[in-house]
């Protein structure tokens, strides 16, 4: 979504100032054509497939070893493993955001992921890609953590006997990515000027290095208003995605389960 990056940078151009996620995406639409809306998805597709994988297959051992599995409620080891599945993933995914990122901004002119990856390569090193992971871990571990802790207590509230309900996992799922969505906003407002940064002509914005100094100059800019640019369309985006991804996760689990065919999907009517 170009315009939940181009809301939460610092310097924007005068084309890319928005009142909202429907003017945005109205004025997206009208000055550049519907096609700019999925402009950079090519760098996500690429890195989500092998991403996920490492993902949740690092939340699933690490649940297990911190005894998630077990009954009851465990939102602690569940908190954990979420950490440890995205610090692995978000190695694995950081560059491809930060290409994804680049390509958003208003009036950028690479041509594909390959392109963005070689031009911001040559001008800015390897570091480029990875001078937002710290800040990404800092948002993303939490994020993750809630989310876990949050889907998990949720699954087992709304669906006790722990059947495979994919009701249940839609549901759970999204109002887990919603809550996570609006409690990390500050930290994604402040990842998006670092992974940006090379992209302003802004002294203290190309100058600006770590989370603090991130976080200093967005309170400078904008004050604490500044700390939210973005939440609405960061929340419309991730509820959904979680909500689909936990569904297509759990049926997964499902499917290739050596017992599934002992096991009944509860009907949805």
């Not at 996620?21 to 890195?47: D, F, H, M, P």
């Not at 993750?144 to 509230?157: D, G, H, N």
């Not at 609006?182 to 002509?201: C, F, M, N, S, Y």
Request: aromatic share 10%; glycine share 8%; with cysteine.
């Amino acid at each position: 979504m170009p315009y939940q990056t181009r809301m939460q940078i610092l310097q924007p151009t005068p084309q890319a100032v928005y009142s909202g996620v429907i003017n945005a995406v109205s004025k997206i639409t009208t000055t550049e054509g519907a096609k700019t809306l999925w402009r950079g998805v090519n760098s996500v597709i690429l890195g989500a497939g092998p991403a996920h994988a490492l993902y949740f297959g690092t939340y699933e051992y690490a649940k297990q070893a911190f005894g998630g599995n077990e009954s009851g409620h465990h939102l602690v080891a569940a908190a954990a493993a979420g950490a440890c599945a995205t610090t692995a993933s978000d190695a694995l995914m950081n560059p491809f955001d930060v290409i994804k990122q680049r390509m958003q901004v208003h009036g950028s002119v690479y041509k594909n992921v390959l392109d963005c990856a070689t031009k911001v390569y040559r001008a800015e090193g390897m570091r480029a890609f990875y001078i937002s992971y710290p800040t990404t871990l800092t948002m993303t571990i939490p994020f993750q953590s809630i989310q876990f802790a949050t889907y998990e207590y949720l699954r087992k509230v709304l669906n006790p006997s722990g059947a495979y309900d994919p009701m249940t996992h839609i549901t759970a799922g999204g109002i887990a990515g919603a809550f996570a969505a609006a409690t990390t906003t500050p930290l994604d407002v402040a990842k998006t000027l670092l992974q940006t940064r090379g992209e302003a002509t802004d002294v203290s914005i190309r100058k600006c290095n770590g989370l603090l100094e991130a976080f200093k100059l967005i309170y400078q800019r904008q004050g604490l208003a500044g700390f939210a640019k973005g939440l609405q369309p960061r929340v419309l985006s991730h509820m959904p995605s979680t909500a689909i991804c936990w569904g297509v996760y759990e049926y997964g689990k499902w499917f290739l389960s050596p017992d599934n065919a002992d096991q009944h999907p509860i009907n949805l009517h």
